[in-house]
């Protein structure tokens, strides 16, 4: 079975950092092409960074500079390391097997992680 775990998600005071974490099971991280998403109350799902099979990353204007998208292929886990981060930040940040469909927290749809909760305080 295909699974994803997030975790590191919590409440900083704006300037802060967070470290999530994304590990997977049942396909190999470093086939695939990942993303990390967000969705705030009332908002979009938004896509924050992805990285394709190849090592072509992507970050969402929003974010460039200040969070950095990694992986550990021997660990099958991705990463999102998110620096001075800000109210705006907020939200609740799922991490996807690229192209499976579905969208942030409607289980059964594609391949998503339950999500991890980021709140930052001004």
């Known amino acids: 079975d295909v699974q994803l775990v997030e975790s590191g998600g919590g409440s900083v005071q704006a300037g802060g950092s967070l470290r999530l974490s994304c590990t997977v099971s049942?396909?190999?991280?470093?086939?695939?092409?990942m993303g990390w998403y967000r969705q705030a109350p009332g908002n979009v799902c938004e896509l924050v960074s992805s990285?394709?099979?190849?090592?072509?990353?992507y970050y969402a204007d929003f974010v460039t500079g200040r969070f950095t998208l990694s992986q550990d292929n021997a660990k099958n886990t991705l990463y999102l390391q998110m620096n001075s981060l800000k109210p705006e930040d907020t939200a609740v940040y799922y991490c996807?097997?690229?192209?499976?469909?579905?969208?942030?927290?409607?289980?059964?749809?594609?391949?998503w992680g339950q999500g991890t909760q980021v709140t930052v305080s001004s």
């Open positions: 990285v394709t099979s190849d090592g072509t990353t």
């Open positions: 996807t097997k690229l192209q499976s469909g579905g969208y942030c927290g409607i289980p059964g749809l594609g391949y």
């Open positions: 049942g396909f190999t991280l470093n086939d695939s092409g």
